[in-house]
């Protein structure tokens, strides 16, 4: 999808030299035509009904641009079950797209630890968790607090809020999943405007997260406790499995 910050930068092509040699790559993340073709080949057609209503709900809220994408929830909902995950973290729930998509995902005695400095947000969506089933594996903490036990509980976690804490989430996570376990960072590519010369015209918030998620994804390229994978999905998800 274009971003506002390519838009400005118009049709530039990078020198040869600097292109990436990667063979396979379709530049997705350019094409608006490409990913509605993922969205209504792959996506919406296998969409769980409870998923599309609060998708539905939240696109009449007025902070919606916040909401994880249907291809994005559908890419954690299957990642979950492919690590076999039962207890999980959230971080920025939001209207709750993202942990419903992680609530379907995972055993009926499976538990979400989810955290937001805001309810009222977490309450329009819940009626739709509720009539899913699945509000019994959620645990809603209002605040932003991470627990300070259960060091090596977690099989996964999802870090979807608060960009210029996203370093001090890495070390909180780095003692609260276990080894094996899995941490998604979300929207390391910042809108795009990680590739943005400083001085290109960009919102406010995203020139004022942009300098964090830079050194965030500098410092976890260089940590050695975890392999990492950054992927254009939604606005970028950096997945990193703790080795140690
Ligand atoms: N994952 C959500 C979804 O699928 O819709 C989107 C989360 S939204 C991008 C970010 C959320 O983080 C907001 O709901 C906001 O209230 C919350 N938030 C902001 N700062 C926070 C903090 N310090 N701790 C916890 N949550 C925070
Ligand atoms: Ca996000």
């Not at 608060?162 to 070390?171: F, V």
């Amino acid at each position: 999808m274009a971003t506002n910050v390519e838009e400005k930068q118009g049709n530039e092509q990078p020198s040869q030299e600097s292109r990436h040699q990667e063979v396979g790559h379709k530049s997705l993340l350019q094409s608006d035509a490409l990913y509605q073709y993922i969205l209504e080949t792959s996506v919406y057609p296998r969409e769980p009904e409870p998923m599309k209503e609060l998708r539905e709900i939240t696109a009449k809220h007025p902070w919606n641009l916040m909401t994880t994408s249907a291809d994005e929830g559908q890419f954690l909902h299957l990642l979950l079950k492919l690590i076999s995950a039962k207890n999980t973290i959230e971080i920025g729930v939001y209207t709750g797209y993202s942990l419903l998509a992680t609530a379907l995902a995972l055993p009926d005695d499976g538990k979400i630890l989810a955290m937001d400095i805001n309810r009222e947000n977490y309450e329009l969506g819940l009626p739709v968790i509720q009539k899913a089933g699945v509000a019994h594996k959620i645990d809603f903490r209002e605040g932003p607090a991470l627990p300070a036990k259960n060091h090596g509980a977690f099989d996964f976690a999802f870090v979807d809020a608060d960009k210029d804490n996203y370093w001090n989430y890495h070390e909180r996570l780095m003692h609260l999943v276990k080894a094996g376990g899995v941490i998604g960072y979300d929207n390391t590519l910042w809108n795009g405007s990680v590739v943005a010369p400083p001085d290109a015209p960009m919102r406010k918030y995203v020139r004022y997260y942009r300098e964090y998620v830079l050194e965030f994804n500098k410092a976890i390229a260089a940590d050695p406790r975890v392999e990492i994978c950054q992927l254009p999905v939604g606005d970028g998800i950096t997945l990193c499995r703790r080795v140690s």
